[in-house]
């Protein structure tokens, strides 16, 4: 956790630069996180408190909480310390930068200041947490959201290498305004797309078109086809007007096959064919052998006899 | 080499049962034999050493002493009588893991008086007894640790457990339990099930007769008798002793029956001696067919009516009027061999009930499941959360009402508080429950036998509720008795107290009666509001003590304060009337014939089924526009078709123009004549109904013998639009019509569905492969019954998606239960094909989770490309994690009451990198279970929000036309879709993304494995940079969407 620390005071100075720069983003940023936090709607509330069990290991959880409640207390007495802290932050930074064989003091008040940073973020955490913190906690908002910012900025200034992507709305190359500006560009209304259809059957047509004359251009120059047996029914449309002649369905002429079958001679008329299913059945016993002892050899592999 | 052989010989069960036997039976090696004998005779030494006439007063255990409310308990101490080892040891039937060795301590006849079977006072001389042998034990080196337990959790009778300091790898977690005899040491005559030996047990003043507490004692002073008779029975041939020990393992995978009030290992083996000795059982019988005639004589026997008694071994045997005094004083009787004690005293109706229903269930599995049920019968656990359907927890710690009445009198306090839990239930659930089941379990890990009995309440109550059926789970009132009926309804008024209500019903009838009120999206909680009101009216409970298990996953399929299922039936009506318009549209060429729902919010399986949205609607005032009007709305396909027509283009890119081209006529038709608004791009065309979007889609029949012709070959097959269509709209009437039979279905699919999309599996798992895994779940419960609430069929679901053995065999989901030899033989054989395939490199198998279904026998819809073998190990261990935390969360307390949500909160660290996304850009931040954050590893980029886009219409946006408004309005505008198909064009062989697509603010990234040899001689830091480079490049792809961008671990590289 330390060397974190370390890194995150070293990027002080980054951070004014950008806050200028780009005041009007991240400013942005801080006051949804904010809005997260203050709102008192149910549904937000749930969200955080839902925050708590971070993850599916058990004692981890567990850990966390038995830290925050103890760093809680030594919070308190840390809180003064803090203030100061925050009064003139660019002196610790320095002294980050300069010092960095960690004063433990130092480290001390950093890790308090990231301690407020996991409460505001947990608000709702039961563990250790008594009506009355939380009532204070309420009351020190004021003076937490100002942690909360020094915090989130030491954050994003985390190390000298963060690398700054602006939010590209400035020009469609990438990212949200590209996807923004593509769906409008994919809808642009019936009647265009009905006229780009019809331009490209009509080119398409054309080309179908100009494929048949060279076909019979080369035909007629005296060269020859062949020609292919055509199986099966009749067209079925109309070449003209497209409207269907006889059209059958597929579950009809599914129907008229399965008809035709039975027509067939038995399976088992001749001697040979009984004598041939019969082994066939004998050879699907043996398969169906095999297949077991393969599956038991698997399973014997898997260790699956295990009933616990 | 041997076993080889005789694989080819014997049948594969037979081989199966025998693996299996191996594998639990615990032999007695030389080391073991060892380890036993020199344990055994260490607890004798330290006894010995104990001197003799050694006074022993209530001192050494006052608390339990009181509260079993003994008195004079004194005595002097003596050496015990005999040293025995009974039990499953003795037997050579030990099965693991529990490994342990019963030592019988024949208690000395000096210690006690004639007439201590009186009041507790042997209970009392007992535990003092033991509690002198324990402090000697203690003294020793030899032993590790002497706990307490109880025999069979009756807390009255206590035994030591007591660990060997020796521990021997081959039995972990040995212990030798010492178990206290009694044998001669009383009259029998005065133990007679009529004579009331608890004084203190009387209705006003008149002594009521104390079986439980007769048996209790009589049970101490036949067991070792008994214990000899089984030994003797058992040894008689082999195949018994295996029997039981399939019947022990039998047993024990079902938590509802292995209980103090059903079967014990003990009772097993006395069931199993009495069919011997009635010659049901002979010698040349195989274990297997032994284990299936027990099973049927517990199911089906009429023995059990009357009582099991053994032949008479020459004498006259139980006369008459003693079987009717047994059958008068329990519910089941197994008199032992001796025919003094009913060895079966403990077991309750409801307990034998459940045992006849594990039974003959267990029966059916092996007539109809594969591979002889072995699975289902030996390998699958069936404790309460699987089986029950409900699941209730009772916390009664330091609840005094339990034993107001004193701890133990005929029977102890927590039986009886059972009972009463029992048929309060009983009598509240009326015919919505086929079975309740409530158990205590009283033996805490350390007790403190010294301090009493109150402690035995830490453990909470478990309640296990089957559900008959849904209708009358659902249903809102309940008929009591008829107004005329005073009796009746007096007491149907005094159960239900101000929620009874007279009703006139439609036929007339005035009745007393109960109504619970429900939406319909909540019917499942009318269950848990009867439990409710019944417990907290009658017995004197607070509500945080009554844990209900059945919505405590609800909260994921929450959208803001509402379970979004709710618009369903607006949506069907929508469906309705938007299906008769297309069917009326006259004014293009071809006539629409049929249409189809295809979205999963059609049959109730989606997570998110939409909400209507204030601008779809066919006219609308802007001004009515609420304040956080949705800027996306999510479209719901539909599937249509045209008649035939010999005109359509050949060429797969013409067709598909010929269709949109349709499309658009069709919107436009719409459009005038109904004034609903088209939306459409060259793909698709949406149309907007009463506050819904629908995609139409058109099937061109043709197009499905197309594809056949031009992907002849099998290396490749991907299936064309038409095909795609085809498919889906078979897959949506199937699950429809699931949907049908089983309401429950829906819940459970959307659980499972959050799940798999909370741990970052969208991309691995589609829904339609989540369905076919539920759909696989009610279609064969089996060794279950198909699952009545969400939760039960939720861990089933994980179960099954952890436990199958999917690298070898194919899941067949058969819906309408018709598929015949051949289906299963073609089913098979692809299965085979596919696998083969794979052979040589076990990593490519395809497809990894093989579900074979009616229209797809070669499992080529949903799961050819994904989950792939690595995917699928991901998610079989996070199914394993998530079904045993479920398990611990239906079963026990936890102190921190927010481990419901871990279920859903995927640990980010499992991945190399992690994207997480600005909250606020995603199109429903609503959906968003939990935000995520990261706090370990390097920050390698933050990104800044977009103002292109936002979740909600701002109200400069709202002004203006109605058409322009409406233009604003985003159909099918996904930016985690875009953001995931930009990244994976540029990346797709470096990263794999992991992803939510329902609605998550964490993307996870993995490295691709790349062995060339170039990349391995570079060096690790370079490798760093280079992915940093890559991770840098990726947030620009995703400007204006993500917000950072952690960089947790470098590629491994692969030697």
Same mark, same amino acid.
Request: charge should be positive; proline fraction near 4%.
């Given at each position: 956790m330390g060397s974190a620390e370390k890194k995150q005071r070293k990027k002080k100075p980054n951070l004014k630069k950008r806050k200028n720069s780009q005041l009007s983003e991240t400013d942005e940023n801080l006051i949804t996180v904010k809005e997260d936090n203050e709102q008192n709607k149910p549904s937000g509330k749930k969200k955080i408190k839902r925050e708590k069990g971070n993850s599916f290991d058990v004692r981890d959880v567990q850990d966390n909480s038995n830290k925050a409640a103890k760093e809680k207390k030594r919070n308190k007495s840390k809180k003064k310390l803090r203030r100061e802290e925050k009064s003139n932050a660019t002196p610790i930074d320095e002294v980050g930068e300069h010092g960095d064989d960690a004063d433990n003091s130092n480290e001390n008040l950093v890790?308090?200041?990231?301690?407020?940073?996991?409460?505001?973020?947990?608000?709702?955490?039961?563990?250790?947490?008594?009506?009355?913190?939380?009532?204070?906690?309420?009351?020190?908002?004021?003076?937490? +959201?100002?942690?909360?910012?020094?915090?989130?900025?030491?954050?994003?200034a985390?190390?000298?290498?963060?690398?700054?992507?602006?939010?590209?709305?400035?020009?469609?190359?990438?990212?949200?305004?590209?996807?923004?500006?593509?769906?409008?560009?994919?809808?642009?209304?019936?009647?265009?797309?009905?006229?780009?259809?019809?331009?490209?059957?009509?080119?398409?047509?054309?080309?179908?078109?100009?494929?048949?004359?060279?076909?019979?251009?080369?035909?007629?120059?005296?060269?020859?086809?062949?020609?292919?047996?055509?199986?099966?029914?009749?067209?079925?449309?109309?070449?003209?007007?497209?409207?269907?002649?006889?059209?059958?369905?597929?579950?009809?002429?599914?129907?008229? +096959?399965?008809?035709?079958?039975?027509k067939d001679v038995g399976l088992d008329f001749y001697r040979f064919q009984r004598r041939e299913a019969k082994r066939n059945e004998i050879m699907l016993l043996q398969s169906k052998f095999e297949q077991d002892r393969k599956r038991i050899q698997q399973l014997r592999a898997a260790r699956k006899f295990k009933p616990y | 080499m041997d076993a080889d052989t005789t694989v080819t010989l014997t049948d594969p069960m037979d081989f199966k049962v025998e693996e299996l036997l191996k594998e639990v039976h615990f032999a007695r090696t030389?080391?073991?034999?060892?380890?036993?004998?020199?344990?055994?005779?260490?607890?004798?030494?330290?006894?010995?050493?104990?001197?003799?006439?050694?006074?022993?007063?209530?001192?050494?255990?006052?608390?339990?002493?009181?509260?079993?409310?003994?008195?004079?308990?004194?005595?002097?101490?003596?050496?015990?009588?005999?040293?025995?080892?009974?039990?499953?040891?003795?037997?050579?039937?030990?099965?693991?893991?529990?490994?342990?060795v019963d030592l019988f301590v024949g208690l000395p006849k000096e210690c006690f008086h004639e007439k201590d079977y009186l009041n507790h006072r042997y209970h009392a001389k007992r535990c003092l007894y033991l509690c002198v042998i324990k402090k000697h034990l203690k003294s020793s080196p030899s032993f590790d640790k002497v706990e307490w337990s109880a025999m069979q959790n009756e807390a009255r009778k206590p035994v030591l457990v007591v660990y060997p300091a020796v521990k021997s790898v081959e039995a972990p977690g040995f212990f030798v339990r010492i178990i206290p005899t009694a044998a001669s040491l009383f009259n029998i005559a005065k133990l007679n099930l009529k004579r009331n030996n608890v004084r203190a047990f009387n209705q006003d003043g008149i002594p009521r007769a104390t079986p439980k507490y007769n048996s209790s004692i009589l049970e101490d002073m036949f067991l070792e008798d008994n214990a000899e008779y089984v030994e003797k029975t058992i040894s008689r041939w082999k195949e018994l002793g295996e029997a039981l020990i399939l019947l022990k393992v039998w047993a024990r995978q079902r938590s509802s029956i292995y209980v103090h009030d059903c079967l014990n290992g003990y009772l097993i083996s006395i069931l199993l001696s009495y069919l011997v000795s009635l010659d049901k059982i002979n010698n040349s019988m195989k274990a297997l067919q032994i284990l299936r005639v027990v099973l049927d004589f517990i199911a089906t026997s009429k023995l059990w009516n009357r009582g099991l008694y053994f032949p008479p071994k020459g004498q006259i045997g139980v006369s008459k009027e003693e079987k009717l005094q047994y059958k008068e004083a329990f519910p089941v009787v197994i008199c032992d061999p001796s025919a003094q004690v009913n060895l079966a005293f403990r077991m309750t109706s409801v307990g034998f009930c459940e045992l006849q229903d594990e039974a003959a269930s267990t029966l059916q599995c092996m007539d109809k499941c594969g591979d002889g049920g072995f699975e289902e019968t030996f390998l699958t656990k069936i404790d309460f959360p699987a089986k029950y359907d409900y699941c209730v927890r009772l916390n009664l710690r330091g609840h005094t009402e339990v034993h107001a009445l004193g701890f133990c009198l005929d029977d102890e306090c927590w039986r009886l508080y059972e009972q009463k839990v029992h048929s309060l239930l009983n009598q509240g659930l009326v015919d919505r429950a086929k079975s309740i089941r409530v158990t205590w379990r009283n033996s805490p890990s350390e007790w403190n036998i010294e301090n009493g009995l109150a402690v035995l309440d830490r453990e909470p109550l478990l309640v296990g509720i089957s559900v008959s059926s849904l209708e009358k789970l659902f249903r809102?009132?309940?008929?009591?008795?008829?107004?005329?009926?005073?009796?009746?309804?007096?007491?149907?008024?005094?159960?239900?107290?101000?929620?009874?209500?007279?009703?006139?019903?439609?036929?007339?009838?005035?009745?007393?009666?109960?109504?619970?009120?429900?939406?319909?999206?909540?019917?499942?909680?009318?269950?848990?509001?009867?439990?409710?009101?019944?417990?907290?009216?009658?017995?004197?409970?607070?509500?945080?003590?009554?844990?209900?298990?059945?919505?405590?996953?609800?909260?994921?399929?929450?959208?803001?304060?509402?379970?979004?299922?709710?618009?369903?039936?607006?949506?069907?009506?929508?469906?309705?009337?938007?299906?008769?318009?297309?069917?009326?549209?006259?004014?293009?060429?071809?006539?629409?014939?049929?249409?189809?729902?295809?979205?999963?919010?059609?049959?109730?399986?989606?997570?998110?089924?939409p909400e209507p949205h204030p601008l779809a609607n066919e006219r609308h005032t802007v001004s009515r526009l609420h304040k956080l009007t949705p800027s996306c709305i999510q479209p719901l396909e539909v599937m249509i078709q045209l008649e035939g027509s010999g005109n359509w283009p050949m060429d797969h890119v013409a067709i598909e123009k010929t269709k949109s081209a349709f499309l658009i006529k069709i919107g436009e038709s719409l459009q005038n004549r109904w004034g609903m608004t088209c939306s459409a791009t060259e793909d698709d065309a949406d149309i907007f109904m009463s506050g819904y979007a629908f995609r139409l889609k058109i099937l061109h029949e043709r197009g499905l013998s197309l594809v056949k012709s031009e992907n002849g070959n099998k290396a490749k097959r991907v299936y064309s639009t038409d095909k795609m269509l085809f498919i889906r709209g078979q897959h949506a009437? +199937?699950?429809?019509?699931?949907?049908?039979?089983?309401?429950?279905?829906?819940?459970?699919?959307?659980?499972?569905?959050?799940?798999?999309?909370?741990?970052?599996?969208?991309?691995?798992?589609?829904?339609?492969?989540?369905?076919?895994?539920?759909?696989?779940?009610?279609?064969?419960?089996?060794?279950?019954?198909?699952?009545?609430?969400?939760?039960?069929?939720f861990l089933r679901f994980l179960r099954l998606l952890a436990e199958y053995d999917w690298t070898f065999s194919a899941l067949v989901i058969d819906i309408n239960n018709d598929f015949g030899p051949e289906d299963f033989k073609l089913i098979n054989d692809n299965f085979v094909s596919s696998r083969k395939a794979s052979e040589e490199n076990v990593q490519n198998v395809n497809p990894a989770l093989f579900l074979a279904t009616a229209y797809d026998k070669a499992s080529e819809a949903w799961t050819t490309c994904s989950p792939n073998f690595t995917e699928l190990k991901r998610l079989v261990a996070y199914a394993r994690s998530s079904a045993n935390l479920l398990t611990k969360l239906i079963l026990e307390d936890q102190t921190d009451s927010c481990r419901w949500e871990c279920l859903f909160r995927t640990p980010l660290n499992n991945y190399d990198a992690v994207v997480l996304l600005h909250r606020q850009r995603l199109p429903y931040p609503r959906r968003l279970l939990f935000p995520s954050e990261v706090n370990r590893g390097r920050h390698v980029a933050r990104v800044n929000a977009s103002k292109a886009f936002g979740p909600f219409l701002v109200p400069e946006e709202m002004k203006g036309s109605s058409e322009e408004v409406k233009n604003k309005m985003m159909v099918d505008f996904d930016p985690l879709r875009c953001f995931v198909g930009d990244v994976e064009k540029e990346y797709s062989n470096k990263l794999k993304l992991w992803y939510d697509s329902l609605g998550g603010d964490a993307i996870g990234l993995t490295w691709e494995r790349v062995g060339s040899k170039k990349r391995e001689r570079e060096e690790a830091p370079e490798e760093e940079t280079d992915s940093i480079g890559v991770l840098k490049a990726v947030g620009e792809l995703g400007k204006g969407f993500v917000r950072d961008i952690y960089f947790l671990k470098a590629p491994r590289l692969m030697s």
């Amino acid at each position: 956790m330390g060397s974190a620390e370390k890194k995150q005071r070293k990027k002080k100075p980054n951070l004014k630069k950008r806050k200028n720069s780009q005041l009007s983003e991240t400013d942005e940023n801080l006051i949804t996180v904010k809005e997260d936090n203050e709102q008192n709607k149910p549904s937000g509330k749930k969200k955080i408190k839902r925050e708590k069990g971070n993850s599916f290991d058990v004692r981890d959880v567990q850990d966390n909480s038995n830290k925050a409640a103890k760093e809680k207390k030594r919070n308190k007495s840390k809180k003064k310390l803090r203030r100061e802290e925050k009064s003139n932050a660019t002196p610790i930074d320095e002294v980050g930068e300069h010092g960095d064989d960690a004063d433990n003091s130092n480290e001390n008040l950093v890790a308090g200041a990231s301690q407020v940073k996991k409460e505001i973020e947990n608000p709702g955490r039961p563990v250790g947490k008594s009506k009355k913190a939380r009532k204070k906690k309420k009351k020190d908002r004021g003076s937490l +959201m100002k942690d909360e910012e020094l915090e989130e900025n030491t954050r994003d200034a985390d190390e000298d290498d963060v690398y700054m992507i602006s939010s590209g709305d400035e020009h469609c190359s990438k990212g949200m305004k590209k996807w923004v500006t593509e769906y409008h560009q994919s809808r642009p209304g019936l009647k265009v797309l009905q006229q780009r259809i019809d331009e490209f059957i009509t080119a398409h047509e054309a080309k179908l078109e100009q494929e048949r004359k060279e076909r019979e251009a080369r035909a007629a120059e005296g060269g020859w086809t062949v020609v292919v047996h055509h199986k099966g029914r009749k067209k079925t449309t109309d070449a003209e007007s497209g409207i269907a002649v006889g059209s059958v369905a597929q579950a009809a002429v599914e129907d008229k +096959m399965a008809k035709k079958k039975k027509k067939d001679v038995g399976l088992d008329f001749y001697r040979f064919q009984r004598r041939e299913a019969k082994r066939n059945e004998i050879m699907l016993l043996q398969s169906k052998f095999e297949q077991d002892r393969k599956r038991i050899q698997q399973l014997r592999a898997a260790r699956k006899f295990k009933p616990y | 080499m041997d076993a080889d052989t005789t694989v080819t010989l014997t049948d594969p069960m037979d081989f199966k049962v025998e693996e299996l036997l191996k594998e639990v039976h615990f032999a007695r090696t030389p080391a073991i034999t060892k380890l036993v004998d020199d344990t055994v005779s260490a607890i004798r030494k330290s006894i010995s050493k104990i001197p003799d006439a050694f006074p022993v007063t209530a001192d050494l255990a006052p608390g339990f002493v009181r509260d079993i409310g003994a008195d004079k308990v004194e005595f002097k101490f003596n050496k015990p009588k005999t040293f025995k080892i009974g039990g499953s040891y003795s037997i050579n039937c030990v099965v693991k893991p529990a490994v342990n060795v019963d030592l019988f301590v024949g208690l000395p006849k000096e210690c006690f008086h004639e007439k201590d079977y009186l009041n507790h006072r042997y209970h009392a001389k007992r535990c003092l007894y033991l509690c002198v042998i324990k402090k000697h034990l203690k003294s020793s080196p030899s032993f590790d640790k002497v706990e307490w337990s109880a025999m069979q959790n009756e807390a009255r009778k206590p035994v030591l457990v007591v660990y060997p300091a020796v521990k021997s790898v081959e039995a972990p977690g040995f212990f030798v339990r010492i178990i206290p005899t009694a044998a001669s040491l009383f009259n029998i005559a005065k133990l007679n099930l009529k004579r009331n030996n608890v004084r203190a047990f009387n209705q006003d003043g008149i002594p009521r007769a104390t079986p439980k507490y007769n048996s209790s004692i009589l049970e101490d002073m036949f067991l070792e008798d008994n214990a000899e008779y089984v030994e003797k029975t058992i040894s008689r041939w082999k195949e018994l002793g295996e029997a039981l020990i399939l019947l022990k393992v039998w047993a024990r995978q079902r938590s509802s029956i292995y209980v103090h009030d059903c079967l014990n290992g003990y009772l097993i083996s006395i069931l199993l001696s009495y069919l011997v000795s009635l010659d049901k059982i002979n010698n040349s019988m195989k274990a297997l067919q032994i284990l299936r005639v027990v099973l049927d004589f517990i199911a089906t026997s009429k023995l059990w009516n009357r009582g099991l008694y053994f032949p008479p071994k020459g004498q006259i045997g139980v006369s008459k009027e003693e079987k009717l005094q047994y059958k008068e004083a329990f519910p089941v009787v197994i008199c032992d061999p001796s025919a003094q004690v009913n060895l079966a005293f403990r077991m309750t109706s409801v307990g034998f009930c459940e045992l006849q229903d594990e039974a003959a269930s267990t029966l059916q599995c092996m007539d109809k499941c594969g591979d002889g049920g072995f699975e289902e019968t030996f390998l699958t656990k069936i404790d309460f959360p699987a089986k029950y359907d409900y699941c209730v927890r009772l916390n009664l710690r330091g609840h005094t009402e339990v034993h107001a009445l004193g701890f133990c009198l005929d029977d102890e306090c927590w039986r009886l508080y059972e009972q009463k839990v029992h048929s309060l239930l009983n009598q509240g659930l009326v015919d919505r429950a086929k079975s309740i089941r409530v158990t205590w379990r009283n033996s805490p890990s350390e007790w403190n036998i010294e301090n009493g009995l109150a402690v035995l309440d830490r453990e909470p109550l478990l309640v296990g509720i089957s559900v008959s059926s849904l209708e009358k789970l659902f249903r809102i009132v309940d008929i009591g008795p008829n107004a005329e009926k005073k009796e009746e309804a007096l007491r149907f008024r005094k159960f239900w107290g101000e929620k009874a209500e007279l009703r006139r019903f439609k036929d007339g009838t005035i009745a007393e009666s109960t109504v619970w009120e429900s939406e319909q999206w909540t019917r499942h909680l009318i269950l848990k509001g009867i439990i409710e009101y019944v417990l907290l009216r009658h017995l004197s409970l607070s509500k945080e003590n009554v844990v209900q298990i059945v919505d405590q996953l609800d909260f994921s399929l929450l959208h803001g304060a509402k379970d979004l299922v709710s618009f369903s039936a607006s949506l069907l009506e929508a469906f309705e009337v938007l299906s008769k318009r297309l069917h009326l549209i006259e004014d293009i060429p071809l006539k629409i014939s049929s249409v189809q729902p295809l979205d999963s919010a059609f049959r109730f399986t989606s997570v998110f089924p939409p909400e209507p949205h204030p601008l779809a609607n066919e006219r609308h005032t802007v001004s009515r526009l609420h304040k956080l009007t949705p800027s996306c709305i999510q479209p719901l396909e539909v599937m249509i078709q045209l008649e035939g027509s010999g005109n359509w283009p050949m060429d797969h890119v013409a067709i598909e123009k010929t269709k949109s081209a349709f499309l658009i006529k069709i919107g436009e038709s719409l459009q005038n004549r109904w004034g609903m608004t088209c939306s459409a791009t060259e793909d698709d065309a949406d149309i907007f109904m009463s506050g819904y979007a629908f995609r139409l889609k058109i099937l061109h029949e043709r197009g499905l013998s197309l594809v056949k012709s031009e992907n002849g070959n099998k290396a490749k097959r991907v299936y064309s639009t038409d095909k795609m269509l085809f498919i889906r709209g078979q897959h949506a009437s +199937m699950i429809n019509g699931l949907q049908g039979r089983y309401p429950v279905f829906g819940p459970v699919v959307r659980v499972a569905k959050r799940w798999a999309a909370s741990h970052l599996f969208s991309a691995c798992l589609v829904e339609e492969a989540v369905e076919l895994l539920v759909a696989y779940l009610f279609l064969k419960p089996l060794p279950f019954n198909v699952p009545c609430s969400r939760v039960t069929g939720f861990l089933r679901f994980l179960r099954l998606l952890a436990e199958y053995d999917w690298t070898f065999s194919a899941l067949v989901i058969d819906i309408n239960n018709d598929f015949g030899p051949e289906d299963f033989k073609l089913i098979n054989d692809n299965f085979v094909s596919s696998r083969k395939a794979s052979e040589e490199n076990v990593q490519n198998v395809n497809p990894a989770l093989f579900l074979a279904t009616a229209y797809d026998k070669a499992s080529e819809a949903w799961t050819t490309c994904s989950p792939n073998f690595t995917e699928l190990k991901r998610l079989v261990a996070y199914a394993r994690s998530s079904a045993n935390l479920l398990t611990k969360l239906i079963l026990e307390d936890q102190t921190d009451s927010c481990r419901w949500e871990c279920l859903f909160r995927t640990p980010l660290n499992n991945y190399d990198a992690v994207v997480l996304l600005h909250r606020q850009r995603l199109p429903y931040p609503r959906r968003l279970l939990f935000p995520s954050e990261v706090n370990r590893g390097r920050h390698v980029a933050r990104v800044n929000a977009s103002k292109a886009f936002g979740p909600f219409l701002v109200p400069e946006e709202m002004k203006g036309s109605s058409e322009e408004v409406k233009n604003k309005m985003m159909v099918d505008f996904d930016p985690l879709r875009c953001f995931v198909g930009d990244v994976e064009k540029e990346y797709s062989n470096k990263l794999k993304l992991w992803y939510d697509s329902l609605g998550g603010d964490a993307i996870g990234l993995t490295w691709e494995r790349v062995g060339s040899k170039k990349r391995e001689r570079e060096e690790a830091p370079e490798e760093e940079t280079d992915s940093i480079g890559v991770l840098k490049a990726v947030g620009e792809l995703g400007k204006g969407f993500v917000r950072d961008i952690y960089f947790l671990k470098a590629p491994r590289l692969m030697s």
